[in-house]
């Protein structure tokens, strides 16, 4: 299992480009369709938790599923498979990137990327937001929030734990 | 500055911030440009090298920083120390998850932090466009129904539109 776990993790990691945002729909892709490891009702329910614990959401993704299948043991393992692929390929990319990017055209590679990566997002901001916005209730968080990042410019980090506070407020009112 | 102290800077900057690797990216680099470590120049071009490469950005961020100062040894010195506080916090918790996650008033908490998550990735999600002509477009909308309508896995998806319109570009530019 401590194998397995390791190389769907890996799998996940090599993948992850563009940050955790985009990782979580290869995440929920892999741990809730393809292996089954969770339901989708427990991967919201991590992702939710994740953001208010330190460190980021897919490394608290990865040491969640691995202690919940193989203990300790197992979290560190599912942890280094997310990080490893990324850290060989800074370690490659550091001494072969001055020949390469003489070789071929990178920028173009990268730019190409991002629309994948896009796509991925915009795949998470769906699944969010439809799993999100059941009820009048939560409704009204959203565009509380909204009209917040609108007026504000930019988000702090906090606006989570406030929206949870929000989302436990607004059940005695409505 | 000792540069093995500033494993205590990141296990300080991982163990203080909430909201996952993009949050932690810019008191990373507020930490290191105020200590002096490295200069802000060099922060841009580290950083964007660390996106290049898969995975969560603060891990490569940090990793990074110590590839500049040292070498790979020094990066995963620093890796280990944003590393350490999300495995405690998450082992605290995967116990208390079993027993506590279907209560109410917590199921009442959770909801509401997954509107915030919705809001931030709609603010990062057009962070991303921003720059997007209608070709991208295409391509995003094009992924989108791959993704959701035929029910192809992510990792397929980002492999496929990354690849069309990759071959899609380079012949534009040849035909121009």
């Known amino acids: 299992m401590i194998a397995k776990l390791f190389l769907i993790f890996l799998k996940i990691g090599f993948f992850s480009y563009g940050g955790g945002w985009s990782s979580l729909s290869i995440i929920k892709d892999e741990l809730v369709n393809v292996y089954k490891l969770i339901s989708l009702k427990e991967f919201l329910d991590m992702v939710s938790i994740a953001e208010i614990t330190p460190g980021p959401i897919a490394v608290n993704l990865a040491t969640y599923i691995g202690i919940k299948y193989a203990s300790f043991i197992g979290g560190f393992f599912a942890t280094l498979g997310l990080i490893l692929p990324g850290i060989i390929i800074l370690i490659l990319l550091e001494t072969l990137l001055s020949f390469l990017s003489k070789k071929y055209n990178l920028e173009k590679f990268y730019k190409s990327l991002k629309v994948g990566v896009s796509v991925l997002v915009l795949y998470a901001t769906y699944l969010m937001l439809t799993s999100a916005i059941i009820d009048i209730k939560s409704l009204i968080i959203f565009t509380l929030l909204l009209v917040l990042i609108f007026v504000k410019k930019e988000i702090h980090p906090l606006i989570i734990v406030f929206s949870g506070g929000l989302g436990l407020l607004l059940i005695k009112m409505i | 500055m000792n ?23 810019p008191i990373i680099e507020r930490e290191i440009i105020k200590k002096n470590v490295i200069q802000k120049d060099d922060f841009d071009i580290l950083f964007s090298k660390a996106q290049s490469a898969p995975g969560p950005i603060a891990i490569n961020t940090a990793f990074m920083v110590g590839m500049k100062l040292s070498g790979a040894f020094l990066g995963l010195f620093y890796v280990l120390a944003v590393f350490i506080p999300p495995f405690l916090a998450i082992s ?10 279907d209560l109410t008033y917590v199921q009442y908490f959770l909801e509401g932090i997954r509107v915030g998550i919705s809001v931030i990735l709609i603010n990062f999600l057009f962070g991303l466009i921003k720059k997007f002509k209608y070709l991208e477009f295409l391509f995003l909308l094009i992924g989108f129904l791959l993704i959701h309508l035929v029910k192809i896995s992510s990792i397929y998806t980002l492999l496929i539109v990354t690849f069309l319109y990759f071959i899609f570009t380079l012949k534009r530019k040849n035909d121009s």
């Open chain 2, 92 to 101: 605290l918790i995967a116990s208390l998850i079993k027993r506590y996650a």
């Open chain 2, 3 to 25: 540069k093995y102290k500033l494993f205590f800077t990141f296990l300080k900057i991982s163990t203080l911030t909430l909201g996952g690797g993009y949050a932690m990216v």
